[in-house]
C-alpha cells in the first residue's frame, strides 16, 4: 500500500518524517512531501506544484493519500477527485499536533480505518473511524470481501446489506464453499430473509430476492492463439468460456499461456482491460504438467507441448473447472485455484 504524505507546517513536517519512516518500516512504503518552506530533503520533498494538482495525481498513483493539517484543506483538495468506494484511493487527516488520526475516505475498501489504526499507533495519536459498522462493532460485508479477496458486484446492495446490519436486521448467508471461523451473528444461513449475501463463481446464483454477489477471485483463463488475433477476439471467445463454465468475469485474477505468446499483443491489451497479470510458461514446464488433457499434434508441433491453454491454466490457477473451447484462431479453458471464506 503505497502512501504519500504532505505537510504544511514545521511541525508537521517533523511529523511527515516520523511517519513516513515508521509506516514504510511497516510495509506501507511512503513518500513525505511539504511546501517549500518546510520541505528537508531527501526526507521530504518540495511540493512544485499546485496542492490541487498534487492531489488529482497521487489519486491515480498512491494507494493512500495522508494530509498532516486541517480537514477543510484535505476535503478541498480531494473533492474534485472523489468517483467511487471502489477505486478511490484511502484518505486520512492527522492534526499537526498528532494527536488525532482521521479516517476521511476509503475507509473499509480502501483500507484506511487500518491505515488511521497503524499511522496512531505509531504516533501515539487517536484513531477516528467513523463508520457505523466499526463504532458497534459488526459484521462489514466490504472489509469481509476484501480481507478474502471477494469481488462486490452490487455496490448500492452492498449499502443495504450493511444498513441492514447497522439496524439490527438479519441477513442470509449462502456459499458454495467452506467456511471457516465462527460465523457473525448478523449473518443467517437457514431462515429465510429477503436480503442477502451469496459468496458463488456465478453472478446467477439468487439464493435469495435480493442477492448481493461476492466473486471469489480465484479463476484463471488459459489462453493460446494464432500470432495476431485481436483482442475483441480473444475476449469474445473467452466470454463465451465463462458464459459455459458459470462463471463471472469478476472471477479472473489471471491469465496464462506458453512464453512464446508473452508478447502477443491481444492477449496483453485484454490482461490491461481486464487489470490482471499475464503468466506464461516454458514447454517443458507445461508438458510436466500431470492430468488427462485435449491434446492436439498440430499445437504439439508449433509449440512443442499437446496443449497450451488447458495445462497453463492448471499449472497457473488450480483445477481445471472447463476444458478446452476452441474457435477463431483461438483457444481458452479456465481452472480455479482452492479457497475458503474466512470469518
Known amino acids: 500500500m503505497k502512501c504519500a504524505v504532505i505537510s504544511f507546517t514545521r511541525n508537521g513536517g ?73 477505486t478511490d484511493p484511502a484518505v486520512l487527516v492527522i492534526d499537526e499536533q498528532g494527536a488525532f488520526v482521521i479516517s476521511l475516505l476509503s475507509g473499509h475498501l480502501g483500507g484506511a480505518n487500518a491505515l488511521a489504526e497503524e499511522a496512531a499507533r505509531i504516533l501515539g495519536a487517536e484513531p477516528v473511524i ?41 441477513v442470509g448467508i449462502f456459499s458454495e464453499f467452506s467456511m471457516d471461523g465462527e460465523l457473525p451473528g448478523e449473518l443467517e444461513p437457514q431462515e429465510p430473509v429477503s436480503v442477502g449475501i451469496c459468496i458463488s463463481l456465478s453472478d446467477t446464483v439468487q439464493p435469495f430476492p435480493k442477492t448481493l454477489h461476492l466473486v471469489p477471485r480465484i479463476v484463471t483463463a488459459g ?83 499437446d496443449n497450451v491453454c488447458e495445462r497453463s491454466a492448471v499449472l497457473a490457477g488450480g483445477r481445471l473447472i472447463e476444458k478446452k473451447h476452441a474457435g477463431a484462431g483461438v483457444t481458452i479453458a479456465l481452472a480455479a485455484g482452492e479457497w475458503r471464506a474466512k470469518f
Open 14 to 86: 517533523k511529523l511527515n518524517q516520523i511517519l513516513c519512516r515508521k509506516l514504510s518500516e511497516a510495509g506501507y512504503p511512503s513518500i513525505g512531501c511539504s511546501i517549500p518552506k518546510y520541505a528537508q530533503p531527501p526526507e521530504l520533498l518540495s511540493l512544485q506544484e499546485p496542492l490541487k494538482d498534487w492531489t488529482g495525481r497521487m489519486f491515480r498513483e498512491a494507494d493512500a493519500l495522508i494530509f498532516i493539517g486541517a480537514c477543510g484543506i484535505a476535503v478541498r483538495s480531494i473533492a474534485p477527485f472523489v468517483q467511487d468506494k471502489k
Open 130 to 170: 467513523t463508520t457505523a459498522t466499526d463504532r458497534q462493532g459488526k459484521f462489514a460485508v466490504d472489509v469481509f470481501a476484501k480481507e478474502n479477496g471477494l469481488a462486490i458486484l452490487e455496490m448500492d446492495l452492498a449499502k443495504e446489506v450493511s444498513a441492514r446490519i447497522v439496524d439490527g436486521r438479519k
Open 223 to 305: 489462453i493460446g492463439c494464432r500470432k495476431g488475433v485481436p483482442k475483441e477476439q480473444i475476449r469474445t471467445r473467452l466470454e463465451q468460456a465463462l458464459g459455459q463454465a458459470g462463471v463471472s468475469e469478476k472471477a479472473l485474477c489471471r491469465i496464462a499461456s506458453i512464453d512464446l505468446k508473452a508478447g502477443e499483443p491481444g492477449i496483453l491489451e485484454l490482461c490491461r482491460e481486464y487489470g490482471i497479470p499475464f503468466e506464461t510458461f516454458t514447454a517443458e514446464e507445461l508438458k510436466a504438467v500431470p492430468g488427462m488433457f485435449t491434446t492436439s499434434a498440430f499445437v504439439k508441433d508449433t509449440t512443442g507441448v
